[in-house]
């Protein structure tokens, strides 16, 4: 299996040897230089056990976390009242309205 994202490519499959032709001939082909085993791809953390693969975003999450400066902040269900509603003049403006913008951009 081929998966190509921009300049970024993941080959995997249950033949290794099939696996490093197809590498060998991309090689000569193109400038390509093999990272080795997959950890990290699209905000996505995988790790190699028994059974396959883990795919997590952990990782993603905890810088999402500090970039807000929220990594201290406590865990709860629902972060606001259920059918409370907003206002538009409730509240000061969100001091600072580019890092909001980007913080529920990467969500």
Same mark, same amino acid.
């Given at each position: !299996?081929?998966?190509?994202? %921009?300049?970024?490519?993941?080959? =995997?499959?249950? *033949?290794?040897? %099939?696996?490093?032709? %197809?590498?060998?001939?991309? =090689?000569?082909?193109?400038?390509?230089?093999?990272?080795?085993?997959? #950890?990290?791809?699209?905000?996505?953390?995988?790790? #190699?056990?028994? *059974?396959?693969?883990?795919?997590?975003?952990?990782?993603?999450?905890?810088?999402?976390? *500090?970039?807000?400066? !929220?990594?201290?902040?406590?865990?709860?269900? =629902?972060?606001?009242?259920?059918? #409370?509603?907003?206002?538009?003049?409730?509240?000061?403006?969100?001091?600072?309205?580019?890092?909001?913008?980007?913080?529920?951009? *990467?969500?």
């Amino acid at each position: !299996m081929l998966l190509l994202y %921009v300049d970024d490519i993941i080959i =995997t499959g249950s *033949a290794s040897g %099939v696996i490093q032709q %197809v590498i060998s001939a991309l =090689t000569s082909e193109f400038d390509l230089t093999d990272l080795g085993s997959l #950890h990290y791809f699209l905000s996505i953390q995988i790790t #190699h056990i028994v *059974a396959g693969l883990f795919l997590s975003q952990t990782k993603y999450v905890e810088d999402l976390l *500090a970039k807000s400066e !929220m990594s201290e902040a406590k865990p709860c269900d =629902t972060p606001c009242l259920p059918y #409370h509603r907003l206002l538009k003049d409730d509240e000061e403006p969100y001091p600072n309205p580019q890092l909001y913008r980007s913080l529920v951009g *990467a969500l």
